[in-house]
């Protein structure tokens, strides 16, 4: 056989195949490019998302925590208001809604004249106490006077229109069954200056019994100290108040006692409120000025006097006629009272509750044929 010598008809591995021409090489080098820039857009704007709703998850996180914060320091969202349950006045934070209401037996014989803390009560019933003289029990909850007296004893009835309110009862002792009364814990909490001395203080310029005194701290490191830190009742509902075009009541003369006792209010156009006056004298607090009530009560009471011939007895429960004055006008009403426990109402002749002006009411009680009037 011939032998086939060299190479000669034989492929080179270098030259099989199509050579690579630069072009092609660019081209890939440019996809992959792309793709690199694809990949490092994607993952950027995925941690600009993250970022993003991170940062939106911080905020609203401290918005919330920030009104907690507000609220476990007793600062409030600026859009939340709250009202006292006594007055239906406009109080700072939700704790004020629930402070303990403090009552105090106030003497009104002319030699208490004139009392001290009147003007900041926010509920003031007005009575016949003994002897034709009559005597206020007076309730506090937002507003702190520095001052209060004189102080008094305590007679049932005013106990038990102060029961409606969840009240802590200041008093300097009292009758036999008001003192067996509140002793019992079923009518607020026993304030009496007999069993803590250092809540009450002797005036030096005035003379026994006329002269003793107390004041809003006093009374509610007092109440404090039987356990009494909040009152719960249920409240008298409010309005804003609107004087009326048309005034039909611009003096209100009511007769719960005569004399020195007899009351008269004329109405204040300009703060639509009842300039107060007690025996055609001014009646005044002796710090703050004449008393001047934006809500005027009169009430019908059956009203007799006790075995004793001097003492005063008075039904506080059931239901009677009531004229209530306020902006310069006076509605016909009926009060009720389920028990001697329960809260006093005022309804209209469909059945509805009367709504009060924010601020003071004074309530008198005037005995059946006694005067009740205006013009």
Do not use: C
């Not at 007690?278 to 004449?290: A, L, T, V, Y």
């Not at 005063?312 to 004229?323: H, L, M």
């Not at 310069?328 to 009060?356: C, H, I, P, Y």
């Amino acid at each position: 056989m011939r032998k086939l010598s060299g190479t000669k008809g034989f492929k080179s591995k270098k030259s099989a195949g199509s050579p690579v021409k630069k072009s092609d090489k660019a081209k890939l080098r440019s996809a992959k490019s792309r793709r690199i820039r694809l990949i490092l857009i994607i993952v950027a704007s995925t941690l600009l998302i993250a970022i993003i709703a991170a940062f939106i998850f911080l905020i609203i996180s401290s918005n919330k925590q920030s009104k907690l914060d507000q609220l476990g320091t007793g600062k409030q969202p600026e859009n939340i208001k709250y009202f006292s349950p006594l007055t239906g006045r406009e109080v700072g934070n939700a704790d004020s809604t629930k402070r303990t209401v403090l009552a105090v037996m106030i003497e009104n014989s002319p030699n208490a004249r004139p009392q001290s803390g009147l003007k900041d009560a926010g509920v003031i019933f007005e009575a016949v106490a003994e002897g034709g003289i009559t005597r206020f029990i007076v309730l506090y909850q937002e507003a702190e006077p520095e001052l209060i007296g004189p102080v008094r004893s305590l007679r049932s009835y005013y106990l038990e229109w102060a029961a409606g309110f969840d009240a802590a009862i200041a008093h300097v002792g009292g009758s036999g069954d008001a003192l067996a009364m509140i002793r019992s814990g079923n009518y607020g909490v026993d304030l009496d200056e007999f069993s803590n001395s250092k809540a009450f203080w002797r005036a030096k310029d005035r003379y026994a019994p006329h002269n003793v005194y107390t004041d809003f701290q006093h009374l509610t490191d007092f109440a404090k100290s039987k356990g009494k830190t909040t009152s719960q009742f249920d409240s008298w509902p409010r309005m804003n108040s609107a004087a009326a075009e048309i005034v039909d009541a611009n003096v209100i003369n009511l007769e719960p006692s005569t004399g020195q006792f007899s009351v008269r209010y004329n109405y204040d156009a300009a703060t639509n409120t009842y300039l107060r006056f007690q025996g055609n004298q001014p009646h005044s607090d002796r710090e703050k000025g004449q008393i001047a009530p934006d809500v005027v009560i009169a009430f019908r009471v059956s009203q007799t006097l006790a075995s004793d011939g001097l003492h005063s007895n008075i039904q506080t429960s059931g239901n009677g006629e009531a004229y209530i004055f306020q902006n310069g006008t006076v509605q016909q009403v009926t009060w009720q009272k389920a028990n001697a426990r329960s809260q006093m109402k005022f309804v209209d002749s469909e059945g509805q509750e009367v709504k009060l002006n924010r601020g003071q009411v004074w309530l008198t009680a005037v005995g059946q044929g006694r005067n009740i009037s205006w013009q």
